[in-house]
């Protein structure tokens, strides 16, 4: 079976979002490389402006200390007339002694190149005999020179013509300086173009540079290592934070959808999903079915027991729900002792039904708990989708509704929804409300019915009979709600409310203490299955001050049945209070004659359908006779419920101490009309109860018999 499983929240991590550390040594490394090429830029070329400043300056001292004297030597040639050619300059003999007087000039300095220019521009000597001649009006270091100024340049040479010979791959400055004959005011006669070799200086440089970028890198790289590992530390603690955080709320988030002691999801999880589900099941053609399952007997496990016990069995019950269920069916725990089954795919409604089937009777072993064997089935409603609702919301109700009427219909069963189900969980709703508000605004009232000893018609008891006087249909008897109570677990309280009320009541009729009559009480199942019901009991009956031996409680045959052991314990301990028990509908039950035995108590009430058997035929009769048969035997006394016909109240007169109840005698009467009935006034009620008055008053037929309470439970 698949489990939803929370929506899981992705970590920042697996988003691959902010990652600090990457984003550190991306950009840490693109600055570590900036920074030391910035460095690496600024130191070369500030070493080169400095070694061009240098040989500029060392230049111009060289040729102020040799260019006016050269060119006063040769002025004829180097100044000349314009309009020369190159043909004109190179066979021209005073250039070969130009050369000579210059190479021996420049012997020993690091000059590697020296050229003349005329004040045209033109090339009129150079060391480079290919060069004289050269038109050099056009270039900007002979211009400017021309003008005044000293222009230096950087130039590196793979191969260069030099004084001695051809030089290969130099660095080299050349200078343009100009020529000025007698002092520094002088005109500029011409310019000098000095080449000197900066090669070893270059080199110099380059490697102070090298040395320069692999000390910044090996700076830069130990911080960026230092802050690397900072910044790694810090981002795993980011990210075991974030990690942990997540977690956390991934946790959460599966905690407020799934039930803790289970596992399993839980009401909110199923509302979250299930529209989505039947959304999709809708969209693939599939029909789903959803399944109700209310487990039968769990609370009084949960009170007679304890928590403990309920968990476990819970626990318990759930993995054997799991066992029968499919890969893809999925069972959410919506409440206490309620789940629901989304059976995702199901062909119809048999196989829904053969599912329940299997899940009732993977829950009919009794669960072994601390060395007791416990019981526990359950009730499923089933509704498919879509046939019986589209929505989400439509199809909890219809499974509710069914879940109901499987309740109804004895437990340990299953219902599938049918149209007509719905309008009476509606009308059950409507009932419950009803009574929630009777309980707050005190609309319950209580009537009494006379029991009267059979054989001297004296009034020996009156039963409480819980009526609702409701504010619409006026009094409502208790078939239109019991079940309503029963259900919604308000019969606790209605049901200590009726015992205060009518021991109080029955305190009030000591007319004639001596045989004041006792009052008895119809005990609710839930009632009756609380731990604390002797106690209860013990109470009321001290609050009220009610001789415990006027006290009888009805108890139901089912209710005896349901834990014989346990009921067997409390009625002897509400009897050894003084408290007086009976069984009420005695034969509409189980019927089982054998737990009368071991069940000591003080009555049985013959149910009225048994009654009636007085009437009837001779199978009827025997029926009757049998059961007053046995209580003779076992010393139980009889009660004859629903005694409406004289040949009825005779047939019980001759049994020894039996008491008889019924509309021949009187109907539930309100608390007011009870001293008029113990005096004997009563209009047309006492001519039937009192003793001698022959076969009693005649049967009122049934229309007569109908009370306010009938005609109100036959309207509803
Ligand atoms: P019950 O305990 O068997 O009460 C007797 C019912 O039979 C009463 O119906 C009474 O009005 C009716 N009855 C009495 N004599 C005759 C007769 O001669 N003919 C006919 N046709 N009916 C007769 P009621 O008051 O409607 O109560 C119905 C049931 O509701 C009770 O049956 C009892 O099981 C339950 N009930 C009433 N009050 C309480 C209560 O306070 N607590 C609990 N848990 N159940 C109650
Ligand atoms: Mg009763
Ligand atoms: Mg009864």
Redesign the pocket.
């Known amino acids: 079976m698949s489990h939803p499983s929370a929506p899981q929240r992705p970590s920042r991590t697996r988003r691959g979002g902010f990652r600090l550390g990457r984003i550190y040594s991306v950009a840490s490394l693109v600055g570590l490389v900036l920074v030391t090429a910035c460095v690496v830029y600024l130191y070369r070329s500030h070493a080169l402006r400095q070694l061009l400043e240098h040989e500029e300056r060392s230049n111009t001292v060289l040729t102020a200390a040799f260019g006016p004297a050269v060119w006063a030597e040769f002025r004829a040639f180097l100044g000349g007339p314009a309009g020369r050619t190159p043909q004109d300059l190179v066979g021209d003999p005073r250039l070969a002694a130009l050369h000579d007087a210059l190479a021996a000039r420049m012997r020993g300095l690091p000059v590697v190149k020296v050229k003349f220019f005329d004040r045209d521009g033109l090339t009129v000597y150079s060391s480079d005999p290919r060069q004289v001649g050269e038109d050099k009006r056009g270039n900007d270091g002979v211009r400017r020179a021309l003008s005044g100024e000293v222009v230096s340049q950087l130039t590196h040479r793979d191969r260069f013509d030099a004084f001695e010979g051809e030089i290969s791959d130099r660095t080299l400055i050349s200078s343009y300086v100009p020529v000025r004959i007698g002092g520094p005011d002088a005109p500029i006669e011409g310019v000098v173009e000095v080449y000197s070799d900066v090669t070893a200086m270059d080199a110099q440089s380059a490697a102070a540079q090298m040395k320069i970028a692999v000390t910044a890198m090996l700076l830069l790289g130990m911080l960026y290592l230092f802050l690397y590992l900072v910044v790694h530390k810090s981002e795993r603690i980011i990210l075991a934070q974030e990690r942990e955080r997540d977690e956390r709320e991934a946790q959460s988030i599966h905690q407020a959808l799934h039930d803790a002691l289970t596992g399993l999801p839980n009401r909110a999880c199923l509302s979250q999903q299930l529209g989505a589900e039947l959304a999709q099941a809708a969209h693939d053609g599939r029909r789903s079915a959803l399944m109700f399952v209310d487990l039968d007997r769990f609370k009084t496990v949960n009170d007679s027991l304890g928590h403990h016990a309920g968990d476990a069995l819970l626990k318990a019950v759930c993995a054997r729900i799991r066992a029968v269920l499919g890969q893809r069916d999925r069972l959410y725990r919506v409440g206490g002792d309620e789940f629901t089954v989304l059976l995702p795919d199901v062909a119809d409604e048999a196989a829904a039904a053969a599912m329940a089937r299997a899940i009732l009777g993977a829950l009919e072993p009794a669960v072994p708990l601390d060395g007791v064997a416990l019981n526990v089935g359950a009730s499923i409603g089933i509704a498919l989708h879509p046939d019986d609702g589209r929505s989400a919301e439509q199809l909890l109700r219809c499974a509710d509704a069914a879940m109901y009427v499987a309740k109804a219909a004895g437990r340990g069963t299953f219902a599938a929804y049918r149209a007509e189900m719905g309008e009476r969980a509606e009308r059950r709703l409507r009932v419950e409300l009803a009574m929630r508000k009777a309980l707050r605004c005190g609309e319950f009232v ?2 009494y ?1 006379p029991r009267l000893d059979a054989h001297t018609r004296e009034t020996v008891a009156f ?5 609702w006087n409701s504010p619409d249909d006026g009094i409502v ?3 239109a709600f ?1 079940d309503v ?2 259900e919604s677990g308000l ?1 606790g309280e ?2 200590e409310w ?2 205060r009320s ?1 021991c109080a009541q029955a305190n009030t009729w000591t007319a004639n203490a001596a045989c004041a009559p006792c009052v008895s ?5 839930q ?1 009756f299955q609380s731990p604390g019901f002797v106690d209860l009991v013990v109470e009321i009956l001290r609050d009220s001050g009610l001789p415990a031996d006027r006290l009888e409680l ?1 108890l ?1 045959e089912s209710q005896l049945m349901q834990d014989p052991a346990r009921a067997q314990a409390v009625v002897g301990a509400l009897r050894a209070l003084g408290v007086r028990v009976s069984i ?2 005695f034969g509409t039950g189980y019927s089982s004659l054998s737990y009368l035995s071991f069940l000591a108590v003080d009555f049985i ?1 013959v ?2 359908s048994i009654v009636a058997g007085v009437d009837g035929n001779a199978r009827e009769r025997a029926v009757l006779q049998a059961i007053v048969d046995v209580a003779a035997a076992l010393d139980i006394r009889i009660v004859a ?4 016909t004289a040949s009825q109240a005779r047939f019980f007169e001759r049994l020894p101490g039996a008491e008889m ?4 005698f009187s ?2 009467l309100p608390p007011e009309a009870i001293g008029d009935w113990l005096r004997g006034t009563a209009d047309g009620m006492t001519a039937a109860g009192r003793p001698g008055s022959g076969t009693g008053r005649p049967a009122p037929d ?1 229309a007569q ?1 109908a ?1 306010a ?2 005609r109100v ?1 036959t309207a509803s």
Request: aromatic letters at 2%.
């Open positions: 209580l009537h019915q039963e409480a009979l819980l009526r008897a208790p078939g019991i109570l029963e019969i209605v049901g009726v015992m009518a009480v119809n005990v609710g199942t009632q009805e139901t009420d509908d009430k149910d009225r419920e629903g005694v409406e109840q019924g509309f021949l109907k539930p049934a018999c009370s309470t009938d439970l």
